[in-house]
């Protein structure tokens, strides 16, 4: 058994790695004529377990489903956002995909928001360009869940971490369809969860993400 292991894992990292190849197909999912945009921001996304295997599992269930991932379309943190723009506005539902960092998101989306969301298009004085679009956040954490509490190690719920990303939909006008959320996804070779558990757990995830998408697209 220990033998076929490595076998097994060099087959599956093949299936995984033909499936991020279309992480950026510019293809929209238009269920009930719904257009869904996913912005994946991980910075090594070649290694990510959790995130790789959620992006596989939705564009496997959902291929219309338009995939930018923001750290190969801007390897060099150079955003064209003219660009990101266009597809934005295309796009009725929003989704970010991402590992939780430092108790927010990676520097690919906190650039992109800052660069992207600006002044007179995604609010103030003429900037309701995203107004009346779903927006739905999905992040994995690598803490367990009970360090998510009051009670726990990091005090705060997730909810309450991700405070300004509710403001942002406030400020922007978009409509909150759902937070879908996996804990204890941190892969350390020989401790912790095994990647076999962590893709497991992300296979979850995933069917819960793919079920909000769907849930938006009939409109309920
Ligand atoms: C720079 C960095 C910061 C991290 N910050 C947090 C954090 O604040 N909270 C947490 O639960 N996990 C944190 N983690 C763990 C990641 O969230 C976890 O490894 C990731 O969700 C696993 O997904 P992946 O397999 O797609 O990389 C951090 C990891 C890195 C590399």
């Not at 930018?68 to 597809?87: F, G, N």
């Not at 107004?131 to 726990?152: A, L, W």
């Not at 497991?200 to 409109?219: E, P, Q």
Request: charged content about 20%; hydrophobic content about 40%.
């Amino acid at each position: 058994m220990a033998a076929m292991c490595p076998a097994l894992l060099w087959i599956f990292a093949i299936v995984l790695n033909d499936g991020s190849k279309n992480l950026n197909q510019t293809v929209v999912f238009q269920g009930g004529g719904m257009k869904t945009l996913i912005i994946v921001s991980h910075p090594d996304f070649a290694h990510s377990v959790a995130n790789q295997r959620i992006v596989f599992r939705v564009k496997e269930a959902l291929p219309e489903v338009e995939l930018r991932h923001l750290d190969t379309l801007s390897p060099d943190y150079k955003i064209d956002v003219a660009a990101e723009q266009e597809v934005l506005l295309g796009a009725d539902l929003l989704i970010f995909q991402h590992p939780l960092y430092w108790f927010s998101v990676p520097a690919s989306l906190k650039l992109w928001m800052d660069k992207v969301l600006h002044r007179g298009f995604a609010y103030g004085e003429g900037g309701s360009r995203l107004k009346g679009k779903q927006f739905i956040h999905s992040v994995t954490m690598g803490g367990p869940q009970e360090s998510y509490s009051p009670e726990g190690r990091n005090h705060y719920t997730l909810p309450e971490l991700l405070r300004p990303f509710e403001l942002m939909r406030n400020l922007t006008g978009m409509h909150h369809a759902g937070t879908v959320c996996s804990y204890g996804n941190t892969f350390v070779a020989d401790s912790g969860h095994s990647r076999a558990e962590i893709q497991a757990t992300a296979d979850d995830h995933a069917a819960h993400l793919v079920s909000c998408i769907r849930k938006v697209a009939k409109g309920s």
